[in-house]
C-alpha cells in the first residue's frame, strides 16, 4: 500500500466518522432503530444547511395522539416536516409513491400508510386510525397530490377531519405551511433543487365535533394556503 493510498483511505475513514458523529449528534426523533436515528440526523442536516431550512421545532406532545397536516407542494415536504418535529411521524402516502421502486423497504421501515386513492382509500383510514389511537403522529397532506399555489385555493381531501372526529379522545390538529421550495410540482428532482424554505406552524386545532368541521376545515385550508388574515 502506496502512501497515497493510505493518506487516501485514512481521508476517508475520518471523513465517514465525522459524517456519522455530526449525524449522531443531530439526530432528535427517539425512532428505536440505529439506522433511523442516523437517517433522522442527516435529513435534519440535509434540510438545514441545503434546504436552508430555519424553522423551530413543532410544539407537539411528547405523546398521545397527534394529528400534523400541510400543504404539499413538492417530494421535499415530508422531509421538512421530520426535521422540525421530534416525534417519529406515520404519514399517509399515495400507494405509487409508497410502491416506487428502491423504496417501498423504507417507507414500510418508517411507518408509512399507503393510500390507495382509485381502490380502498378507507383501509388507510383504519390503519392511521389505530396508529392513532396507539398514542402516535400521524402526518397527512389533505390537498391530495401537489398543489402549487397557483392552484390555490385547493378543495382538502377530509380524511382527516374523519380522524379527529372518530378517535376516542380528541386529537389535535397541527397546521404546516410550507413555503420557499423551489422544486414545487417534482417528487424526486424537489428533493436536490435547493431551496430556501420557511415553515409557519400553527396552534392546534380541535375538530372532534360535526357541527365544527365546517368551520374547522376552512380555517386548516386558510392556514396550510398561508392565508392567515
Not at 390503519?127 to 389533505?142: K, S
Not at 390537498?143 to 389535535?172: E, N
Not at 396552534?203 to 365546517?214: F, G, H, K, T, V
Request: glycine share 8%; charged share 15%.
Amino acid at each position: 500500500m502506496t502512501l497515497t493510498t493510505s493518506l487516501l483511505l485514512i481521508i476517508v475513514v475520518f471523513s465517514g466518522w465525522f459524517c456519522l458523529r455530526a449525524c449522531r449528534l443531530a439526530n432528535r426523533t427517539p425512532w428505536g432503530n440505529w439506522f433511523l436515528n442516523y437517517l433522522d440526523g442527516l435529513n435534519r442536516l440535509f434540510c438545514r444547511y441545503y434546504h436552508r431550512l430555519d424553522a423551530p421545532l413543532l410544539a407537539i406532545p411528547p405523546q398521545g395522539a397527534v394529528l400534523i397536516v400541510a400543504n404539499h407542494v413538492s417530494g421535499l415536504d415530508p422531509l421538512l416536516l421530520y426535521a422540525i418535529t421530534n416525534r417519529p411521524l406515520r404519514f399517509l402516502i399515495d400507494a405509487h409513491q409508497y410502491h416506487r421502486f428502491g423504496l417501498t423497504w423504507l417507507f414500510r421501515l418508517i411507518g408509512g400508510i399507503p393510500v390507495d386513492y382509485t381502490g380502498r382509500p378507507e383501509k388507510a383510514l383504519k390503519a392511521a386510525l389505530q396508529a392513532l389511537e396507539a398514542g402516535e403522529a400521524v402526518a397527512i397532506f389533505p390537498q391530495g397530490g401537489f398543489v402549487l399555489p397557483s392552484q390555490f385555493p385547493s378543495k382538502l381531501k377530509r380524511g382527516v377531519f374523519w380522524l379527529a372526529q372518530h378517535t376516542q379522545t380528541p386529537t389535535p390538529i397541527y397546521p404546516v405551511y410550507i413555503k420557499g421550495v423551489r422544486g414545487m410540482g417534482y417528487a424526486v428532482r424537489g428533493v436536490f433543487i435547493r431551496s430556501r424554505v420557511q415553515l409557519s406552524a400553527y396552534p392546534p386545532l380541535y375538530c372532534a365535533q360535526e357541527e365544527e368541521i365546517a368551520n374547522c376545515a376552512a380555517t386548516v385550508q386558510a392556514l396550510i394556503e398561508g392565508r392567515t388574515t
